[in-house]
């Protein structure tokens, strides 16, 4: 069956952003006069909740911390600095691409296969990564990015990944999720997607079962990624021809 397309996740599958993600909460809780600071095992458990606005209403939800009911009223203007803090962070252009992820970008774009994004984070965060990051023109490679409130119900509700197969006018089985989170893995397999899971920094505890394949990353030549999910099978390149295997298989 060919491959028609391909669908990255960004948040730590396109790079491992969610440190700097965290330190632009707590940038903006200080600039909003809160004392909330969330360290990373915290925020590892907040992480389970997708959506930058969805996190901050569930941790006063859970926790309950001085300054909660004004934070929730100015909620929007608080995870606008948020976003604004994370955008200075990385047009500083210190995160870099996890390994292969540029590789198999290039090899689809050649190949003539569609690239698209379905992702849980803010539109402005994912055009600041792939500019800064990637390329100045790299959103132009991209058939549709599905981003942040496009959608109501965020990952791991499939609507993320089935608004983006209807602007790619591409059925699920024609497509391929490459992601790095359980959330991310049960989006796409309840939009009817095949997965490649790449566990990150954050999300290496997840349960990653139902994805077609676990790789340590999507490897390089010279560093070839491991495969996780099955200790007997090699590990080696995510590329086309794996990928088209998985499809077809
Ligand atoms: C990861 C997320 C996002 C980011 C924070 O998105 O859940 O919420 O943690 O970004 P994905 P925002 O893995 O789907 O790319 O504050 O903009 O939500
Ligand atoms: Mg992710």
Redesign the pocket.
Known sequence: MALEARIF?????LAET?EL?RHSFNESFRALGLDWVWQPDLYREL?QV????E?IRHYVERFAPAGGTMALAHLGKL?AE??RCYGALVAKGILKPRPGVARLLRETRAAGVKLAIA????PA?VAALLGASFAPDAPAWFSAIGA?DIVAAK?PAPDVYLWVLERLRCDPSRAIAIE??EN?LRAARAAGLKVVATPGFYTNTDDFSGASAVFSDLGEADALARRLDAPGKTGGLVDLALLRGIISG
């Open positions: 996740d960004v948040d730590g599958t969610e993600h992480l997708t959506g930058g606005k996190r995870h948020k976003t992702t849980t984070s803010d965060n942040g990952k790095d989170s991310g």
